[in-house]
């Protein structure tokens, strides 16, 4: 039974979403703010997927998604009634792999938090991708760089393997948003941009020699350095 960490400092919210989840055959670990969200991480490395608020007492939702970015790729989803643009990216900067505001559905959030564990399960198969000194493997989700291991969101490295699996091709914005965040998200393009951008400074040199930009088109992987 797959875990998910739920913190909300709204009780009724917490309720809601713990029903559901455990309607779904999930097993929902309950969190009051920021600081208990941190301690059950903490206490639980085999959760399977978060759902966070952003405002609440002690450590905020955001700041919450930064520290576990440092050392994991959970999938993590804001749940929230914040809608500004400068809130989504700020959560998308934050390494947040989705945004949903409420009200929302809670089947809707069901739906989303299925299809984040799905894209993260894709790959049955090991399968190592390789160009130069970075390598990706599908099967350990993991990446290495120069013999180091890189810490991606879920997002990232489904961005990163994506442009990996078929060198030379450009992706537009609007691929990667249907293929990666689903037909069913409600963001922009830009979204897209902003974690290509996180994704080349997490990659230093090799992000920038090898993810290029295709001004009016997209992205793609340049398999050979200085082209």
């Known amino acids: 039974m797959k875990k998910i960490l739920v913190a909300d400092d709204e009780e009724l919210i917490r309720r809601l979403v713990s029903d559901f989840l455990v309607q779904e055959g999930y097993e929902p670990l309950l969190a009051v703010d920021g600081d208990e969200a941190m301690k059950l991480f903490g206490e639980h490395p085999d959760v ?103 810490s991606l969101t879920l997002k990232e490295y489904s961005i990163l393997q994506k442009l990996l699996a078929v060198p030379g091709r450009v992706f537009t914005r609007e691929q990667l948003l249907d293929d990666i965040w689903g037909f069913d998200f409600d963001g922009d393009v830009r979204t897209v941009d902003s974690h290509v951008a996180r994704l080349r400074t997490k990659l230093g040199e090799w992000g920038n020699q090898h993810i290029k930009t295709i001004y009016g088109a997209g992205y793609k992987l340049e398999v050979n350095k200085g082209a």
């Open 48 to 150: 399977a997927l978060m759902i966070l608020d952003i405002m609440m007492p002690g450590l905020d939702g955001w700041e919450v998604c930064r520290r576990v970015r440092e050392t994991s790729a959970v999938p993590i989803i804001m749940l929230t009634a914040r809608s500004t643009e400068y809130d989504q990216l700020t959560a998308f900067d934050a390494g947040a792999d989705d945004y949903v505001t409420k009200p929302c559905s809670p089947s809707v959030l069901m739906k989303r938090v299925a299809a984040l564990l799905r894209r993260g399960e894709s790959n049955t198969n090991s399968k190592v991708m390789a160009v130069d000194e970075l390598k990706l493997d599908s099967f350990a989700h993991e990446v290495w760089l120069e013999g180091n291991s890189i």
